[in-house]
T-cell receptor
Framework: DGGITQSPKYLFRKEGQNVTLSCEQN?????MYWYRQDPGQGLRLIYY???????QKGDIAEGYSVSREKKESFPLTVTSAQKNPTAFYLC??????????????FGAGTRLSVL | AQSVTQLGSHVSVSEGALVLLRCNYS??????LFWYVQYPNQGLQLLLK??????LVKGINGFEAEFKKSETSFHLTKPSAHMSDAAEYFC?????????????FGKGTLLTVNP
């Protein structure tokens, strides 16, 4: 089945530690996105990538980093500079052009907590 | 910048009653419009979308939404609520004049369905 796989489902971070969230898609989509979800805040865009080896900051990029070395993969690193990392993180992808452009498909999410 | 307002962070209805979830957007040019549903600890699933054409859009699970340009609204309705409709619902917009297809989300409306 085609889809988006996020791992792990739950993740714990210690003070001063960097952690990486995995996002893999087999939908052959060009664009990928990372969102942060906090209760009552909706989804806020962290980073997005329209093509391999290129990515753009979203609305809340500080304290996060990404890479896009392969079309299928868009990992997110939560660095120690992110002082309030506890949240639900969602990865999404979308095709680029065609009738289904603009539709984003989401993974099941990773819940990150601070120890 | 675009913004999305969802009136009512929590809506409660009885099983079999009408569901009405409100969404208003701010944009000088009508954007692409979406409704997503999120069940607890899961990702988002697309319910329906409006891009062009007929302003009444039908989606999955019996939901529909009507785009009203004069009111800058895209309210979501379902004639008869079912217990399985209990979830959080997000309205989102995408600027049709830009090519990056970013989505701006509302803060969500939690729907509870009472037996």
């Amino acid at each position: 089945d085609g889809g988006i796989t996020q791992s792990p489902k739950y993740l714990f971070r210690k003070e001063g530690q960097n952690v990486t969230l995995s996002c893999e898609q087999n939908l052959n989509h060009d664009a990928m996105y990372w969102y942060r979800q906090d209760p009552g805040q909706g989804l806020r865009l962290i980073y997005y990538s329209q093509i391999v080896n290129d990515f753009q900051k979203g609305d809340i990029a500080e304290g996060y980093s990404v890479s896009r070395e392969k079309k299928e993969s868009f990992p997110l690193t939560v660095t120690s500079a992110q002082k309030n990392p506890t949240a639900f993180y969602l990865c999404a992808s979308s095709p680029w052009g065609g009738q289904t452009k603009n539709i984003q498909y989401f993974g099941a999410g990773t819940r990150l907590s601070v120890l | 910048a675009q913004s999305v307002t969802q009136l009512g962070s929590h809506v409660s209805v009885s099983e079999g009653a009408l569901v009405l979830l409100r969404c208003n957007y701010s944009s000088s040019v009508p954007p692409y419009l979406f409704w997503y549903v999120q069940y607890p600890n899961q990702g988002l699933q697309l319910l329906l979308k409006y891009t062009t054409g007929a302003t009444l859009v039908k989606g999955i699970n019996g939901f529909e939404a009507e785009f009203k340009k004069s009111e800058t609204s895209f309210h979501l309705t379902k004639p008869s609520a079912h217990m399985s409709d209990a979830a959080e619902y997000f309205c989102a917009v995408s600027d049709r004049e830009r090519s990056n297809y970013k989505l701006t989300f509302g803060k969500g409306t939690l729907l509870t369905v009472n037996p």
